[in-house]
């Protein structure tokens, strides 16, 4: 499906690596410049968490305000670019069937779902992140505000945001965005297992991801 009228991307080629991964799990995987990254939501309606770094220099890593300051919206999609904390692009959203995507929710942990649910032992994005970042030798303190893809955190006039802060982000099957690495990128992602507010309609399911180049 395809809801923005964006172009169909790298259909019809083949991906040099084409993986699925779990309802509620993460994946890491260094992307080189110039390849891309697809993110296909396989079953629809399923909240992607995602974060990238400078390959050789992780200290460099993707930043919100900047990323939001260039594109002049919340709200990405086709043709905005994640930049880095030196202003640097780290990544450009190239295609998008479904898009807009949210900059502002940031990532669900366990304390945050103690917080706004009140439930317990309840596993989040940042558990996924710290799992997948540890490979890289990286950590808690690498985490940043992240891109929550096929996601959306609606603003109203008065700066309110909706009651569970997160609304359905619209995403159908087969729905997916494509990534465009404008360098050696480490790209994190953590395929979202909550299940408290609408961005899984309640139940995670299984993405697929792909690199052409």
């Not at 706004?116 to 030798?137: D, I, M, S």
Request: aromatic content about 6%.
């Amino acid at each position: 499906m395809d809801t923005n009228g964006s172009n169909s991307g790298n259909v019809g080629q083949q991906p040099s690596y084409n993986e699925s991964i779990a309802a509620g799990r993460p994946w890491s995987r260094v992307i080189r410049r110039g390849q891309v990254l697809r993110i296909t939501d396989i079953e629809g309606r399923q909240g992607v968490d995602f974060l990238c770094y400078h390959a050789a220099q992780p200290e460099e890593r993707y930043h919100a305000p900047n990323t939001i300051k260039a594109a002049g919206t919340l709200h990405l999609t086709q043709g905005h670019v994640l930049y880095s904390d030196d202003a640097r692009p780290m990544f450009t959203i190239s295609a998008d069937t479904c898009g807009p995507h949210d900059t502002i929710g940031g990532c669900c942990s366990e304390v945050s779902n103690a917080m706004l649910y009140g439930v317990t032992q309840c596993r989040g994005c940042r558990e996924n992140f710290l799992e997948a970042l540890a490979p890289h030798g990286l950590g808690r303190r690498d985490i940043v505000p992240n891109v929550n893809l096929f996601c959306r955190v609606p603003v109203f006039k008065d700066g309110k945001l909706a009651d569970r802060v997160f609304v359905d982000g619209g995403s159908g099957p087969g729905d997916y965005v494509e990534l465009t690495a404008e360098m050696d990128a480490l790209a994190v992602i953590s395929n979202c297992p909550q299940i408290n507010n609408p961005c899984n309609n309640g139940t995670p399911t299984p993405i697929r991801v792909s690199i052409y180049g």
